[in-house]
């Protein structure tokens, strides 16, 4: 049975830090893309980040340069590194897992985890 569960989150000031984690069971960790999703009220859920079985990655535009995703296949964890965090990324955040060609984009499949709220506040 296959199993994404997240922790961290909360909240945070404009220009703090979180990490979010997400442990993945029921299948074949390594072999997978990872990635993260956030969605607003109202809005699509948009891809954040994911990261490769080869470990390149890729981070959407509006996060650039203050996101970060990694991944740790021995302990089946993927995790969202977030700074310089702004109002604007409050939001549910959701792990996946899905395939990605070393190069190419990503594909999710239809498993989600529990979803974190992460609310940017002074």
């Known amino acids: 049975q296959v199993q994404l569960v997240q922790s961290g989150g909360g909240l945070v000031q404009p220009e703090g830090s979180l990490r979010l984690s997400c442990v993945g069971s029921?299948?074949?960790?390594?072999?997978?893309?990872l990635s993260w999703y956030r969605q607003t009220p109202g809005k699509e859920r948009e891809l954040v980040a994911f990261i490769r079985p080869n470990n390149s990655t890729h981070v959407a535009d509006s996060v650039k340069g203050r996101f970060t995703v990694s991944r740790d296949n021995g302990e089946k964890t993927v995790n969202l590194h977030m700074h310089r965090l702004k109002i604007e990324d409050t939001a549910v955040y959701y792990c996946?897992?899905?395939?990605?060609?070393?190069?190419?984009?990503?594909?999710?499949?239809?498993?989600w985890g529990q979803g974190t709220q992460v609310t940017v506040s002074s």
């Open positions: 996946n897992f899905g395939t990605a060609t070393n190069d190419g984009p990503y594909y999710a499949y239809t498993y």
């Open positions: 029921g299948f074949t960790f390594s072999r997978h893309a």
